[in-house]
């Protein structure tokens, strides 16, 4: 499904934290000490293939300031037999490949990335596909707060459950919830339609130690702002439980942590964990289920 990869890699590419020096990647000297940045999802709901580069100061930070974006790398995604060559887009700045059956993402199977640059510098990183894991159902609870002027502000909780595959050889599972959420503002009187949203409520990474055939859930929570003489309706819910590797865990949890360290403001910032071999970054697989509800007239605050 391109819109969760679309959503990782925004988050991945605009959220990670502070720019570095604004320079010409053709004017850092052989020995300044930056290394390639890179950054590449895959799943087996891809049907395009991307991965964005640029060079990084070191790994406290990570950034894709457009002055560093390596706009010349040779990008090769391979598994023990076949090859694909990603090509950069000048328009999108990253490169991609639209595989149409000549490349195939498949679970269970594990795949390299390899980036090479002028200057005989080269990175590269492995990862392993995980199996998908099937929601069982999704839900959607609120809880309304009214302020003096009687406005709504709603909190809606999204919860995913799945039953648990169990742990197998590897000890863990990780976990990530996505989340769209189509709902109508109406008039409370007429029942009349004001406007529509669409919202996804944020979910964190989760590690997964349990046995098989345990009742797992997870949550993620948005909220919505509407005025006195109106309510909502949830029109349509569309959820993904993703099952993720290890590296995706390990780099999303880092990241929170430097940023809750960033708002506490330690002296020592979390370095983001990195699988790339050298250089920064994250190469990582993820593998969804997807489900679509479409609650009959579902009235979520009043």
């Not at 406005?151 to 742990?167: E, F, I, N, R, V």
């Amino acid at each position: 499904m391109r819109t969760v990869l679309t959503l990782f890699l925004g988050m991945m590419l605009t959220a990670c934290l502070r720019s570095v020096d604004e320079l010409s990647v053709d004017a850092l000297p052989i020995d300044r000490v930056t290394k390639p940045n890179v950054v590449c999802f895959i799943s087996p709901q891809d049907t395009v293939l991307t991965a964005k580069i640029a060079m990084s100061e070191p790994q406290i930070v990570s950034s894709f300031t457009e002055s560093l974006v390596v706009k010349d790398a040779v990008v090769l995604l391979s598994d023990s037999s076949r090859s694909i060559q990603l090509v950069y887009d000048d328009k999108l700045m990253y490169y991609r490949a639209v595989p149409q059956g000549r490349f195939t993402i498949r679970p269970g199977m594990t795949y390299r990335l390899t980036v090479s640059m002028s200057g005989n510098r080269s990175v590269t990183a492995e990862a392993t596909v995980p199996q998908a894991v099937l929601i069982d159902r999704v839900s959607v609870d609120s809880t309304v707060t009214r302020n003096s002027a009687n406005a709504a502000l709603t909190t809606y909780t999204t919860t995913l459950y799945w039953t648990s595959p169990g742990t197998g050889r590897n000890g863990s599972n990780y976990y990530r919830g996505w989340a769209e959420i189509d709902q109508q503002i109406v008039e409370r009187e007429t029942g009349l339609p004001v406007s529509r949203r669409t919202s996804e409520p944020s979910f964190f990474v989760e590690r997964e130690t349990g046995q098989a055939g345990a009742l797992r859930l997870m949550t993620g929570q948005h909220t919505l702002l509407t005025g006195p003489t109106t309510g909502t309706q949830t029109q349509r819910i569309r959820a993904g439980l993703l099952t993720t590797d290890e590296n995706y865990y390990r780099y999303h949890t880092s990241l929170r942590e430097q940023f809750v360290n960033q708002q506490q403001n330690f002296a020592n910032p979390t370095v983001l964990y990195s699988n790339i071999a050298g250089g920064y970054g994250l190469f990582a697989a993820y593998n969804g289920s997807y489900i679509t509800v479409e609650p009959a007239n579902q009235r979520s605050s009043k």
